[in-house]
Structures are given as C-alpha cells and as structure tokens.
C-alpha cells in the first residue's frame, strides 16, 4: 500500500489504531505521505486555519520537573519570574489579539495547578474578556479539577490545553514529579466537562520514531480536538539543552502520520517552527491546519500574526475567525 492509497481510506472511513503496522509511517515516501495528509486536512478540516495566541499568565518557580522546560525551578535558566498578572494586562493583550484576527486567546500559567486566589483573579478576568470580546477564549493552568473546568466553562472559556509531552513509555525519562496517567485523567476531566480538548506534545527529547508514533495514537484514543506539535529548541540551563536539533524532515513526516493518526483533529504548529522553511510554509501542505502564533512563550517567536496570515493567505488558505464572519 502507498500513502495516497491510505489517505483515500481514511477518507472513506478507515481509522488507524495500535493494531496496525504503524512501521509504514516511518519507510513510507515522505512526498507522498505529506501529500497524503494534506488531501486528509482538506477533506476533514478545510481551507480554514485556526490561530491561536496565548500569554504567560504566571512566569516561573514551577515544582515540577520537565527537562525541557525553562520555568522549571529544577532547572537553572534565566527565564522572567511573576506573579499572576493584573487583569487590565491581560484583558488589554485579548483585545489586540482580536484585533489581528486571532481565533483564540489563552492564558498559560506555570506550576502544577493554578489554584486559591490567583484562580479566583483568572476566572474575573476571563469573565470580562467574555464580556467585553468575541475571540474564542482557551486555558492552560495544569491539574485542574472538575470544580475548577467547570468554573472556567461557564467564564466563557471553550477549550482546555494539558499537553501529554510523549509516549506513555517515554514519559518517566521527561519527568518524575507527575505521571503520565494523571496527564490522561486531566483530559478525561476536560471531555467530560464539554470543552474542547486540546493536548499534544514535543519532539525532539531523545525519544524514538515509535515513541512519536504511539503519542499519536493515544492522543487519537483520547479524541482529542487540538493537537499542538511542538520541536524542542534546546534551552540552555535545562537537562535538554545539548539535544541534537531536529531536520524539517523528520517535523514533516512527524506533522504527517498525526494527520493520517488523528484525521478530524486540528493538528497545530507550535515551538520549533524556526527550524521550518518559511515559518512552516510546507508544513500546512503536509497535514497542519493550526498554528499557535503572535509571541511564544520562552522561545523566540520566528514569525508574526500578520506575517502568518499573509503567508497562509497565499497558500489559499481562509484565515478570517469565525467571530468576524458573523
């Protein structure tokens, strides 16, 4: 079988599942398999592409220990240390996301669960801006319970972001200080509460091609709505910091089998798309049909929400949310 045979079964209604030789995904034509996945993008998703923003709610001193991660107060980098930041900042951050045509904005906190009264400071906070805006509104704040999910759902916010990181398998080698499992009860929670669930991880740690492989197929078990694919760029200070970098190649055909993995869902460009031709120009051929854009989070951004909807603009691509066609 080729890749464009297989993408014609997916479309016809063929699902992938861990009892397939997923190996194919790794010999495969990568032209092909790219080209694949894009015929799967457009039949599933469309031309539209969602852009996201996020800020950083909370910076810094964070107790857990993810090896990739500058806030980790495991690790010893130069990252800015805050407190939750005040309304008016992150209500005004909102408005001019809206304003670049941005399709959702997300506060991200560091730390293992955003909780008392800072949470308290981002529920107000999300209330006004559901109040005052029409973006879509998202949240990243760790290990939430269903009390918190809940609170948050009815302050406007739709979709709920707890990255796996890796495999199952590969998850002790990034971090001790939680579980893989509690990871998946996390985005149980956010299914069960109606939100949108969006969850993916990093490559790059010194995982193998399977590793990529079954994230893949956990994340399509999950149901998960949101995929983000992020390459590690190696901080320094950080266990990681001497990975080898990762060839577009080897990003492409990873973007690639997630679509054929996870055909209904929003696979999203996030860190690492300065190792990418044209800021990932490519990659929205070859199955992606989401971006994180605007400024990243500890990493240096490598593109614009104008740039990023210019360049998707000329690949005939509908960057225009769904809040400004009404």
């Known amino acids: 079988m080729d890749a464009l045979t297989l993408a014609q079964e997916i479309i016809d209604g063929r699902r992938i599942s ?41 910076s810094g001193r964070c107790p857990e220990d993810c090896k990739y991660c500058a806030q980790s107060a495991h690790n010893h980098t130069d990252c800015q240390v805050y407190s939750f930041l005040p309304e008016e900042e992150i209500v005004n951050a909102c408005k001019l996301n809206e304003s670049e045509g941005v399709d959702r904005f997300s506060i991200v906190t560091s730390g293992r669960a955003l909780t008392g009264e800072e949470f308290d400071k981002a529920i107000h906070a999300y209330e006004t801006m ?12 760790g290990f939430l319970n269903e009390e918190q999910l809940h609170r948050l759902h009815e302050a406007g916010v739709s979709s709920y972001h707890h990255n796996i990181e890796t495999s199952k398998r590969n998850f002790p080698n990034i971090c001790t200080t939680h579980t ?11 299914k069960a509460e109606g939100m949108c669930a969006c969850s993916g991880g990093i490559i790059g740690m010194g995982e193998t091609w399977e590793d990529r ?8 078990e999950l149901g998960i709505d949101s995929i983000p694919i992020n390459a590690l760029m190696p901080i320094k200070g950080t266990p990681l910091e001497h990975e080898p970098q990762l060839t577009e190649e080897e990003i492409l ?49 490598c593109a614009t929400i104008r740039s990023d909807k210019e360049m998707l603009a000329g690949l005939g691509r509908d960057v225009t949310p769904d809040y400004q066609k009404k």
Not at 130 to 137: A, F, G, S
């Open 18 to 58: 861990r009892e397939d030789d997923l190996s194919f995904f790794l010999t495969c034509d990568l032209k092909e398999l790219c080209e694949g996945a894009d015929k799967l993008r457009e039949y599933f998703i469309g031309d539209k592409v969602d852009l996201c923003s996020i800020i950083n709610g909370r």
């Open 130 to 141: 559901h109040r005052e805006c029409k973006i879509d509104l998202c949240a990243s704040m």
């Open 180 to 190: 893989y499992e509690q990871k998946i009860e996390t985005l149980k929670k956010v």
């Open 213 to 220: 492989l079954d994230m893949a197929i956990s994340l399509s």
């Open 253 to 301: 055909r990873t973007i690639a089998f997630f679509r054929y993995i996870n055909p209904l869902a929003n696979i999203r460009l996030a860190a690492g798309r300065a190792l990418l031709t044209e800021d990932g120009r490519i990659a929205f051929q070859s199955g992606a049909s989401a971006t994180i854009t605007g400024n990243m989070l500890t990493t240096a951004a």
